[in-house]
């Protein structure tokens, strides 16, 4: 009995260290995640037609400094950030490049079409500064990118519409113009509501509330979103591909991402966001030279719902999206497919 008993408490002992690794584990992975969203999931090729963003994001990190990324030059200025140097906080990074483009509702036309949106294009590069408790995230994006031709979103377009034997696109020759942008984002969330029901099941609701400034975008948005189902993951959510959205890294060992034995989890999800708009580039036309514009609403919302679900290391989602009016001749509201691709290691 005796090597028997001794065998037992061992184990019993090693339990602890197996959530300590799990955490560990957790919180030093890295992940990669993939953003798509086009329309044709809405039956259409107009307006916001598609957009592409790829995120990497960090391990959590004890501060900034210990990234190697980052040059030395810019630890002085990154601990003077506001919201995100927060004690007792966990800070991380997330770095991205993405690709945005916007089309009228006919593409058949190669004329300036006044009364539709402008042709448009932006390519980016962004850095994200992070930090995050098991209840709130903050996030501070920077993000710097050019408007216009040399952005290559016509040539995009024209080359995938080819390859899927799909409409050419004729009027990108009235595009808007080139223009370097600069934005700064904020954002908040929040989880206002975390429970479990049992046999795995739990619930979540994650409020948002933050904003931009820049030459492409001013504006100021709040929302939350709503989460249910079977192995929830612990992170702060699946949002649309926008500034703040790097919110797919697993927290802790709660995560099935990092669960020992099955590492399966689905979920249904629902959000809304409202945005006050002072700016968009996309609709107010170039900052510094004259080009196509359309009176814009001050007021858009987003109403989304999907369904995500995790398999290993991965956590894939897709979310239906309906997008009210952004312009005032706009004949129809918009609807767009956002499919997200998450992988942790």
């Not at 602890?16 to 030093?28: G, H, L, R, S, Y």
């Not at 391990?59 to 400094?65: F, I, Q, V, W």
């Not at 402008?118 to 995230?137: D, E, L, W």
Request: proline share 5%.
């Amino acid at each position: 009995m005796r090597p028997r008993f001794i065998f037992l408490l061992s184990l019993l002992q090693l339990l602890p260290m197996t959530a300590m690794a799990q955490v560990e584990q957790a919180k030093d992975s890295r992940s990669f995640t993939f953003y798509m969203e086009n329309d044709c999931f809405g039956g259409t090729d107009q307006h916001y037609t598609n957009g592409l963003r790829l995120t990497w994001i960090s391990p959590d990190l004890t501060e900034y400094r210990e990234d190697s990324r980052l040059a030395k030059l810019s630890y002085s200025l990154i601990r003077r950030l506001p919201f995100v140097n927060k004690p007792g906080f966990q800070p991380f990074i997330s770095i991205s490049v993405g690709q945005n483009m916007y089309t009228p509702e006919d593409i058949k036309r190669s004329e300036l079409i006044e009364d539709d949106r402008p042709y448009a294009g932006v390519t980016y590069f962004a850095i994200g500064f992070h930090s995050k408790s098991s209840r709130r995230m903050d996030t501070l994006e920077f993000d710097l990118g050019i408007v216009g031709p040399h952005s290559y979103a016509d040539e995009y377009q024209e080359t995938v519409h080819e390859w899927i034997d799909s409409t050419d696109p004729q009027g990108w020759d009235n595009q808007l113009r080139d223009e370097p942008i600069l934005e700064v984002f904020y954002e908040r969330k929040w989880k206002l509501l975390q429970s479990r029901v049992g046999r795995g099941f739990g619930y979540d609701m994650i409020p948002h509330l933050g904003g931009g400034v820049g030459n492409a975008y001013t504006y100021a948005h709040a929302g939350a979103g709503v989460r249910f189902g079977w192995n929830l993951p612990s992170d702060f959510g699946t949002l649309l591909s926008r500034p703040g959205c790097d919110t797919n890294a697993a927290f802790d060992e709660r995560d099935p991402r990092f669960f020992r034995r099955h590492r399966l989890g689905i979920h249904v999800f629902a959000a809304v966001d409202g945005r006050g708009v002072l700016r968009n580039i996309f609709l107010d036309g170039n900052t510094f030279r004259d080009s196509h514009s359309v009176d814009k609403k001050p007021f858009v919302a987003d109403f989304l719902a999907g369904v995500g679900l995790i398999v290993g290391r991965f956590k894939i989602s897709y979310a239906h999206v309906y997008r009210t009016k952004e312009f005032e001749t706009q004949k129809d509201e918009q609807v767009f497919g956002s499919i997200t691709l998450s992988f942790s290691y």
